[in-house]
């Protein structure tokens, strides 16, 4: 059976059912601490063609990210408590001076120095 998600297209559901037992057994390993997602990650990389566990893996990624998109879309608070969280890096105006090479006619956005000839520093 197969289930229309988002705008990736369908979900092949029959795929999650079929390797639920690797997929919940990746997923206790990983909660008790026994095995890092980068080397579930490393190992699952290192076969020579694509397997059903991987394959099974990026599916449920794709259903977890379309619901995380849902539940941001409605639940406003999350949207405002993320800008929060972002807002707090922002230096204040009057220290960009001091910090920001965008002050200097010289320095360009690319970090190339340009030297016209009479222009002050």
């Not at 390993?29 to 099974?56: C, E, F, H, I, W």
């Not at 406003?76 to 993320?82: H, I, K, S, V, W």
Request: aromatic content about 6%; overall charge positive.
């Amino acid at each position: 059976m197969l289930l229309s998600i988002g705008t990736g297209g369908k979900i092949r559901q029959e795929l999650i059912v079929a390797n639920w037992p690797d997929l919940f057994r990746c997923a206790a390993t990983m909660a008790a601490g026994k095995m890092k997602p980068s080397q579930l990650l490393r190992k699952l990389a290192s076969y020579p063609r694509q397997n059903d566990l991987a394959v099974a893996l990026r599916v449920v990624g794709r259903v977890e990210r379309t619901l995380f998109i849902i539940e941001w879309i409605l639940d406003t608070d999350m949207q405002r408590r993320a800008e929060i969280g972002l807002n707090k890096g922002e230096v204040p105006p009057e220290l960009l001076a001091h910090i920001s090479p965008l002050g200097w006619a010289h320095i360009l956005l690319t970090g190339e120095y340009l030297w016209l000839k009479g222009a002050k520093a």
